[in-house]
Nanobody, 126 residues
């Protein structure tokens, strides 16, 4: 069971990135998928989540209005489109998945979430 996060990179402030979280060996259809990030010296925080049941979404306040999470079940992939990136968005971004609802997943500890991707680095700098 693996989640593969990709799409990070170096972008200038104001730029955009689309992060992808793809699964192999199992379907994401029935799982809530969350994106988390961790910057150096800071705790990991929940950024966004999309539910499996009705596709409802969650965004932390700092990215609300600038980010869109979506899922393509045919490609077994979840995306996080991030626009108007700021230097404070720089972090390693991780995707995670579990059968729990987004409201629980986004605040759960790492140990409480079943599946994690390996992380993708996002750097925002001019």
């Amino acid at each position: 069971v693996q989640l593969q996060a990709s799409g990070g990179g170096l972008v200038q402030p104001g730029g955009s990135l689309r992060l992808s979280c793809a699964a192999s060996e199992f379907t994401l259809d029935y799982l809530a998928i969350g994106w988390f990030r961790q910057a150096p010296g800071k705790e990991r925080e929940g950024v966004s989540c999309i539910s499996s049941s009705d596709g409802s979404t969650y965004y932390t306040d700092s990215v609300k209005g600038r980010s869109t999470i979506s899922r393509d079940n045919a490609k077994n992939t979840v995306y996080l489109q991030m626009n108007s990136l700021k230097p404070e968005d720089a972090a390693v971004y991780y995707c995670a998945a579990d059968l729990i609802e987004c409201a629980t997943l986004i605040t759960a500890t790492m140990e409480a979430i079943g599946y994690w991707g390996q992380g993708t680095q996002v750097t925002v700098s001019s």
